[in-house]
């Protein structure tokens, strides 16, 4: 079965660093995505791993490794503007979109 | 500013009734996607088209049909709402169905009642 798992919640402090992690199952991979979902807004695009090892991009990095299934999105100098949801995807064989149901960030001043 | 446009924001819609979400692009993206979004559940993929003139079935298509006469406008029907299809609905589209960096819509909440 295809299944995507990441943590409901998560809190952490204004300029600290925060750790998302995400582990799949799907049939066949072409590639691990994260976006960023603000409340009652649309999901934006933050970051695209296809091969093992780590992307960085800013204050943002993501890191693969398709031997475990697993991934994880890293945030550094986390400002409050961050809050929002962060939602791990796999695209599968048909290179279709499997996505978990998102993992929750609130920042605390 | 270019991008996906999504009509209406929100609806009310009473049980029984047919209804038409709208989505248009104008990036001149080959797929297109409707997705649904419930809590505590991921977006949920429900009709596709990977190119005008082609659509497929997701995974929770029954009850919405779907047409794609040309490549910017993609709707999504509900031949008769249920109060199970209150959520959220998102239109995407992507350059091809084998590229990333889907770009969303701005969605639009429906509540049947």
């Known amino acids: 079965g295809q299944n995507i798992d990441q943590p409901t919640e998560m809190t952490a402090t204004e300029g600290a660093i925060v750790q998302i992690n995400c582990t799949y199952q799907?049939?066949?991979?072409?590639?691990l995505f994260w976006y960023q979902q603000h409340a009652g807004e649309a999901p934006t695009f933050l970051s695209y791993?296809?091969l093992d090892g780590l992307e960085e991009k800013g204050r943002f990095s993501s890191f693969l490794s398709r031997s475990k299934g697993y991934s994880y999105l890293l945030l550094k100098e986390l400002q409050m503007k961050d809050s929002a949801s962060y939602l791990c995807?796999?695209?599968?064989?048909?290179?279709?979109?499997?996505w978990g149901a998102g993992t929750k960030l609130i920042i605390k001043p | 500013t270019a991008g996906i446009t999504q009509a209406p924001t929100s609806q009310i819609l009473a049980a029984g009734r047919s209804m038409t979400l709208r989505c248009t692009q104008d990036?001149?993206?080959?797929?297109m996607y409707w997705y649904r979004q419930d809590l505590g559940l991921g977006l949920r993929l429900i009709h596709y088209?990977?190119?005008?003139?082609?659509?497929g079935k997701g995974e929770v298509p029954d009850g919405y049909s779907v047409s794609r006469a040309n490549t910017d406008d993609f709707p999504l029907t509900l031949a008769s709402a249920v109060p199970s299809q209150t959520s959220v609905y998102f239109c995407?589209?992507?350059?091809?169905?084998?590229?990333?960096?889907?770009?969303f819509g701005s969605g639009t909440r429906l509540t049947v009642v």
């Open positions: 799907t049939s066949g991979f072409n590639g």
């Open positions: 088209s990977n190119t005008a003139g082609t659509t």
């Open positions: 990036m001149r993206h080959n797929a």
């Open positions: 995807a796999t695209m599968d064989s048909n290179y279709q979109l499997i």
């Open positions: 995407a589209s992507s350059e091809g169905p084998e590229t990333y960096g889907y770009t």
């Open positions: 791993n296809v």
